[in-house]
Nanobody, 122 residues
Framework: QVQLVESGGGLEQAGGSLRLSCAASGRTFSSYAMGWFRQAPGKEREFVAAISWIETSTYYADSVKGRFTISRDNAKNMVYLQMNSLKPEDTAVYYC???????????????WGQGTQVTVSS
């Protein structure tokens, strides 16, 4: 069982930066691949980024590649999403999720946080 709590969302201007954090409970955190997803109003939840168990692999959606960076600290049970060069289209609720598999499909993630709102103004 893994419980996830996101933080760090807020209102930022276009071109600015935000850093999202995800605190995980459970002693098996390092055995999960971690992902970030987002959902804008009226749209489906979409994949943003994922990181493998021991940081050997990362994967990004094309829409955020080169602007966002996912990282994790297994000693602290934390996952981060550094978001730079923010755009208004990045506005969404951002969710942290954990999966036993190296996947990008939301339905294959086993545990989810409650989400944190990110709003980017133009």
């Amino acid at each position: 069982q893994v419980q996830l709590v996101e933080s760090g969302g807020g209102l930022e201007q276009a071109g600015g930066s935000l850093r999202l954090s995800c605190a995980a409970s459970g002693r098996t955190f390092s055995s999960y691949a971690m992902g970030w997803f987002r959902q804008a109003p009226g749209k489906e939840r979409e994949f943003v980024a994922a990181i493998s168990w021991i940081e050997t692999s990362t994967y990004y959606a094309d829409s955020v590649k080169g602007r966002f960076t996912i990282s994790r600290d297994n000693a602290k049970n934390m996952v981060y999403l550094q978001m730079n060069s923010l755009k208004p289209e990045d506005t969404a609720v951002y969710y942290c999720a954990a999966s036993r598999r190296w996947v990008t499909a939301a339905r294959q993630y086993n545990y989810w946080g409650q989400g944190t709102q990110v709003t980017v103004s133009s």
